[in-house]
């Protein structure tokens, strides 16, 4: 998001005008020295029938897309353009309904060894001994946000019951992609060398409807700026430098989306 200049009348009459270079010449104080401790990771969240947003954010509506940290909100239908930087497949273990802190008791990776499980009538992973806590499959994508001045945002998908099976198509779709090199050889690109475009769209089973995510491959990154920026939150991924605040907000139903 950009800013213009602001002008507001002095108490003597005269109209001051804020330039935004003003701004720029005192450019990062006191943001440019945050840890990732310091700064929480946006989720993009798909606004479902059941979501609170719809009450306490005006003009909200089934199917448009929010940031959960700015509340910002775009519309399904327009969507957002995103470079999927990494992927996790995750089992969070969460406490029952009501209880607990609203964070995860653990989050186990796909290569831990997994806590037996019972499946609920609710069609949940109940943790066998568990009081009631359960496993969650997630897809988490992780992604930088392009809005349309080109300005970019970090941000995490998380994909699962119905979504799942998106996640799938999506990193299938990642896979399929080939490109040349100069020599005329063929090779894979790397997770974040393309722009998908991510829009949402009704869905409905036996046991409900929803909205959900409907992606695109929009295109090629062809800004060096861009590429790096995006292999470069790739590698703080990995590196273990993403801290990511899982919580369960237990007045939405965002996650009874029907399975």
């Not at 695109?216 to 790096?228: C, M, T």
């Amino acid at each position: 998001m950009t800013t213009k200049s602001v002008a507001k009348k002095k108490s003597n009459g005269k109209i001051a005008v804020m330039e935004e270079d003003m701004f720029a010449q005192d450019a990062g104080i006191g943001v440019t020295d945050l840890g990732t401790e310091d700064l929480a990771i946006p989720f993009l969240k798909i606004l479902q029938k059941m979501s609170p947003e719809l009450d306490d954010i005006d003009g909200a509506k089934s199917g448009d897309i929010m940031n959960t940290v700015t509340k910002d909100l775009i519309k399904g239908k327009d969507g957002v353009r995103v470079v999927n930087c990494a992927y996790a497949l995750q089992y969070i273990e969460w406490e029952p309904r009501g209880t607990g802190t609203g964070a995860p008791r653990r989050i186990y990776m796909s290569s831990d060894e997994l806590p037996a499980t019972e499946r609920g009538d609710d069609n949940k992973d109940y943790v066998v001994d568990g009081n009631g806590t359960y496993l969650e499959r997630t897809a988490q994508h992780y992604v930088l946000v392009i809005d349309n001045d080109g300005i970019t945002q970090q941000a995490l998908m998380p994909m699962k019951a119905t979504q799942f099976k998106k996640s799938k198509q999506w990193n299938s779709a990642m896979r399929a992609l080939k490109m040349r090199d100069s020599k005329g050889s063929m090779f894979i690109p790397p997770r974040f060398s393309h722009i998908w475009h991510l829009t949402t769209g009704a869905e409905e089973n036996k046991n409900g409807s929803w909205h959900g995510w409907v992606i695109s491959r929009d295109s090629q990154i062809e800004d060096p700026g861009l590429y790096q920026e995006a292999k470069s939150f790739s590698e703080s991924i990995f590196a273990g430098s993403v801290k990511v605040q899982h919580v369960r907000e237990d007045n939405s139903r965002d996650d009874d989306v029907p399975f």
